[in-house]
């Protein structure tokens, strides 16, 4: 891939796309520019991790084992999200893996110091990653509130519709998203079984409010999935 390829895509991120030449120079960005194969570990147990990660394009998996061995996914994160050490502290990650979700995928990575000091001489890029950083707790928080105080049905339809937060400019009362979801994966996120997951997506077909396939997920009408979600 030429550089005026990989400077198109790093570009895409709501973030660096607002870096100047002189940050790209001081960044050494191009140094920094990650290509995961499908399914590779971008790390594993981060507890000494000094890195953060912007997400170009593709999907990574958030998870970690639990003490049986088993897989806890925490989220599945698409382009133009943040992960590793965004909160900019050390050792404060011990168990955490990301993966690279079911295709090839494009990253950014900093160490702690070099994006300290990016920030340093950019003051104004500091607010707008604070604001990333906010909106992104806000959601880990809002999912949490969603998993505690939700039936099933409801759950998954929230779930549903955090997928939407990502998308921009939707005019229309309906859209359909590129799916990079298994029935599994849903389950993990929503903390559910994969059959309840598939009944309930089987039923909501049924009834028009969407459809999901391997390839997309079609929300026929978002104002009734909000009400249905009982989004606030």
Request: include cysteine.
């Amino acid at each position: 891939m030429s550089i005026e390829d990989q400077m198109l895509i790093i570009r895409k991120n709501d973030f660096l796309d607002k870096l100047l030449i002189p940050d790209y120079e001081q960044l050494n960005i191009l140094h920094n520019y990650i290509i995961a194969d499908k399914d590779a570990y971008i790390y594993f147990d981060a507890q000494y991790l000094n890195k953060l990660y912007f997400l170009k394009e593709g999907f990574v998996k958030i998870g970690r084992i639990d003490d049986d061995g088993e897989e806890l996914v925490k989220e599945i994160l698409q382009p133009g999200d943040v992960f590793g050490q965004f909160m900019l502290e050390r050792n404060n990650m011990q168990g955490e893996f990301a993966q690279a979700h079911k295709c090839e995928t494009v990253l950014c990575a900093f160490t702690i110091t070099d994006f300290e000091k990016l920030l340093g001489v950019r003051p104004d890029l500091s607010i707008v990653f604070s604001r990333k950083i906010g909106q992104k707790l806000k959601n880990v928080e809002n999912r949490l509130v969603n998993l505690l105080q939700k039936d099933v049905r409801t759950r998954l339809l929230y779930f549903f519709w955090t997928l939407l937060q990502n998308q921009k400019n939707i005019t229309a009362n309906s859209v359909t998203l590129t799916n990079f979801l298994t029935h599994e994966d849903i389950a993990r996120l929503t903390a559910t079984s994969r059959q309840t997951v598939t009944t309930l997506i089987n039923k909501f077909s049924e009834s028009g409010l969407l459809d999901v396939d391997r390839r997309s997920i079609i929300i026929h009408d978002i104002k009734l999935l909000q009400k249905e979600a009982k989004v606030g």
